[in-house]
């Protein structure tokens, strides 16, 4: 089974300034996907970024950018220029490439999450 | 494009009762998953439907069942409630890929369920 890590269960950062949330995996599969959602308090996980496993490139989204260490699986995520609306919960998340990996579906594994709070 | 719903936002059931939840797909996804996030955690993998047939389970007892509908959307539900079933219940949609490869879940907003 796989499993996700966040051991970062809070981080602080003032407004415009870079922050790193940590997140490390364990799997056996070499065909995989890692995530980034958003949680804010309206409770609706919204996805930030999202890396395939075979692409050595790292995934860029705006302000958002991911370090995807593959050997070490490790998947951090760095937000620049942080903004008051970044203030979330962050989660971690894996999922197998393939639908029927195992004999059957398997849905999103996430991480505990890691509480951003952003100082004005 | 429509986005991933859910209803009701809010629920109360007490224990020994049954609860339905209804989420309707983002246009264009043919699979739905579903999650329940406790308080203070990430979400946990309940069951996923491709094609209106459940295709994966997570570790949750057959207490906890689904239907997928022709137009994809979907029914958790859940009999004989527990005081530890209190969470907030997430859907999410995804399309099914050729070569049987998955896509990026897209969630909708909740259901929040408290068993008194």
């Known amino acids: 089974a796989q499993t996700v890590t966040q051991s970062q269960p809070e981080m602080s950062v003032q407004e415009a300034e870079t922050v790193t949330l940590s997140c490390t995996y364990d799997?056996?599969?070499?065909?995989?996907?890692l995530f980034w959602y958003k949680q804010p308090p309206s409770r609706q996980m919204i996805l930030v970024i999202r890396?395939?496993?075979?692409?050595?490139q790292n995934a860029t989204e705006n302000r958002f950018s991911v370090n995807f260490q593959k050997a070490a699986k490790s998947f951090s995520l760095k937000i620049s220029d942080s903004q008051l609306g970044d203030a979330a919960m962050y989660f971690c998340?894996?999922?197998?490439?393939?639908?029927?990996?195992?004999?059957?579906?398997?849905?999103?594994?996430f991480g505990k999450g890691t509480h951003l709070i952003i100082q004005p | 494009e429509t986005g991933v719903t859910q209803s009701p936002t809010h629920l109360i059931k007490t224990r020994g009762q049954q609860v339905t939840l209804r989420c309707s797909s983002q246009?264009?996804?043919?699979?739905v998953s579903w999650y329940q996030q406790a308080l203070g955690q990430g979400p946990q993998f309940i069951f996923q439907?491709?094609?209106?047939?459940?295709?994966g389970r997570g570790n949750f007892p057959p207490r906890f069942s689904g239907l997928q509908f022709p137009n994809y959307s979907s029914e958790l539900n859940v009999n004989a409630l527990e005081l530890d079933d209190s969470a907030l219940y997430l859907c999410?949609?995804?399309?099914?890929?050729?070569?049987?490869?998955?896509?990026?879940?897209?969630f909708g907003p909740g259901t929040r369920l408290t068993v008194l």
């Open positions: 999410a949609s995804s399309s099914g890929l050729a070569g049987g490869r998955t896509d990026t879940q897209y």
């Open positions: 799997t056996s599969e070499s065909d995989y996907y």
């Open positions: 246009s264009g996804h043919n699979t």
């Open positions: 890396q395939e496993a075979y692409k050595q």
């Open positions: 439907y491709y094609r209106e047939e459940e295709n």
């Open positions: 998340a894996y999922r197998s490439a393939l639908m029927y990996s195992g004999g059957g579906a398997d849905g999103l594994t």
